[in-house]
């Protein structure tokens, strides 16, 4: 099956500062979407991107379909990004990522 | 519009027990999904259902159960609970996109521990 790994597994930044996290796949996918674990457990949907660019406030996401990979900018990172961000692909059924688990200190 | 809810959020059973996890989502979306997720670990797809009326075996559907209910409800059933089914259980529920899933949201979870 598909296999799909993030990068870096953890990341520790200081308030303000700018990240990106890395999510490279095995295999073509139509679907590649970017989710937010808060530390309280919640999921939030970030980004359905399965190529190209987008951005959302301090968040951007770049897909790069035909090398396999997407990318997640966080620029000026507040102490509420903290948590873990999951990249899921499918081609038919999403198969998640094991996340990037980020601390931001004030 | 309360989203994806899920029933309920704490749940210790014992070796053996029964029992059933609700979802219910008013989005009136077709698609919905029952993950597990364990420590340090990505979510796994479980079972689901890509419209009422139909059920299908994910990535680690052994042990389990589900019935879609309605276009509303989807559950999820242990029928004889084991350790290793010790985990958080995430429901969610998409429009699709053909064959593709469209954009998920995500229900707040159930810990199980089973003892």
């Known amino acids: 099956g598909i296999q799909v790994e993030q990068s870096p597994p953890d990341l520790i930044l200081q308030e303000g500062a700018n990240s990106t996290l890395r999510c490279n796949f095995s295999?073509?996918?139509?679907?590649l979407q970017w989710f937010h674990q808060n530390p309280w457990g919640q999921l939030i949907n970030l980004f359905y991107?399965?190529?190209g660019t987008k951005q959302n406030g301090r968040l951007s996401a770049t897909t790069v379909a035909t090398e396999r990979y997407s990318l997640l900018y966080i620029s000026s990172s507040q102490t509420t990004d903290s948590g873990v961000y999951f990249c899921?692909?499918?081609?038919?059924?999403?198969?998640f990522g094991t996340g990037t688990l980020l601390a931001v200190q004030p | 519009n309360a989203g994806v809810t899920q029933t309920p959020k704490f749940q210790v059973l014992k070796t053996g027990q029964s029992m059933t996890l609700q979802c219910a989502q008013d989005?009136?979306?077709?698609?919905m999904y029952w993950y597990r997720q364990d420590p340090g670990m990505g979510l796994r797809l479980i079972y689901y259902?890509?419209?009422?009326?139909?059920?299908d075996k994910g990535e680690v559907p052994n042990g389990y159960n589900v019935s879609r209910l309605n276009k509303r409800e989807f559950s999820l059933r242990l029928e004889s609970a084991a350790p290793s089914q010790t985990s958080v259980y995430f429901c969610?529920?998409?429009?699709?996109?053909?064959?593709?899933?469209?954009?998920?949201?995500f229900g707040p979870g159930t810990r199980l521990t089973v003892l």
């Open positions: 969610a529920s998409s429009r699709p996109r053909g064959l593709n899933t469209d954009t998920q949201y």
């Open positions: 295999d073509s996918v139509n679907n």
């Open positions: 991107i399965p190529s």
């Open positions: 899921a692909v499918s081609q038919n059924k999403l198969i």
């Open positions: 989005m009136n979306h077709n698609s």
């Open positions: 259902s890509a419209s009422e009326g139909t059920t």
